[in-house]
């Protein structure tokens, strides 16, 4: 995936850049709905589980071939024009930061909230694997919405927006008083975390003069750290408090995020 943005960054500029790195969401999005979906038809119709590797191996081909086709010196002229270092922009440590923050909050509720409902409203496992993937349906359509939305509009004011939902349904996950209501916020919150991660790497790179491999790799190592240190973290937090102290945690991280993003805007325009 870091290979992936790293190439949509060169090919394109400003608000094609921001579209397609959002479009690679939806993309990454569809294949982990589709080919889980797949495989079950195959294993439907007594096809064994080799088949779905085979299938996978199909497309790792398919893909290197068409590797050997494709030109990427671009690469190599765009980092020899720039060298090797990052730009510290301001707004790309605070799109750092918030990766970081936003991936150990969504994956915290994801985590949890299965365990969270079963004690809240008494239900089995069944149903509240269930809200999960109701997150995840979500999750593809508002993907594939917003690749179209932030062609439309400013890839920090989606944000904005976006990040404000999700730290409000978040939130709600507290409140719910019905397991009914419960599967109305995930599907809120499940749009609301569709495209945030390319989103974040978007808008980050958006502060750069020339952005390249160094600072796509900055970005992906923020939301990595995190997402590996997100269980061991979340569990200290449900251990020591509860899961609810977990989501309202989860929520103010969100909040930190858009006070970021309102003082980078601030300063911002004061520099300009």
């Known amino acids: 995936m870091c290979a992936a943005s790293t190439i ?13 790195l959002v479009a690679q969401d939806a993309f990454f999005n569809g294949g982990g709905m589709i080919f889980p979906y797949l495989l079950g038809l195959l294993l439907v119709q ?98 594939i919405v917003s690749t179209v939305v932030v062609a439309k509009v400013s890839i920090q004011r989606f944000l904005i927006v976006i990040v404000s939902i999700g730290c409000v349904s978040i939130f709600l996950f507290t409140l719910v008083p019905t397991i009914g209501w419960a599967t109305v916020n995930a599907y809120v919150f499940g749009l609301a975390i569709a495209a945030l991660y390319h989103s974040f790497i978007a808008w980050g790179l958006s502060y750069i003069r020339k952005p390249g491999y160094a600072e796509v790799t900055f970005l992906y190592i923020c939301a990595g750290v995190s997402g590996t240190l997100t269980p061991y973290v979340s569990s200290k937090v449900v251990e020591n408090f509860s899961i609810s ?15 970021l993003m309102l003082a980078l805007n601030s300063y911002s325009r004061r520099r300009a």
């Open 46 to 143: 007594q096809f064994s589980w080799g088949w779905g590797f085979l299938s996978m191996g199909i497309v790792a081909v398919v893909i290197v071939g068409l590797s050997m086709f494709s030109r990427f010196d671009f690469e190599t002229k765009s980092q020899n024009d720039k060298g090797a270092g990052i730009e510290w922009a301001p707004g790309l440590v605070v799109a750092g930061i918030s990766m970081f923050l936003i991936i150990i909050s969504q994956i915290s509720v994801i985590i949890w909230l299965p365990t969270f409902l079963e004690e809240r409203f008494e239900v089995s496992s069944i149903v509240s694997a269930g809200v999960i993937a109701q997150i995840y349906i979500a999750a593809l359509i508002g993907s």
């Open 8 to 20: 949509l960054t060169h090919i394109w500029n400003e608000q094609q850049r921001q579209s397609a």
């Open 245 to 259: 102290t977990t989501f309202l945690g989860c929520s103010a991280a969100y909040g930190a995020i858009l006070i």
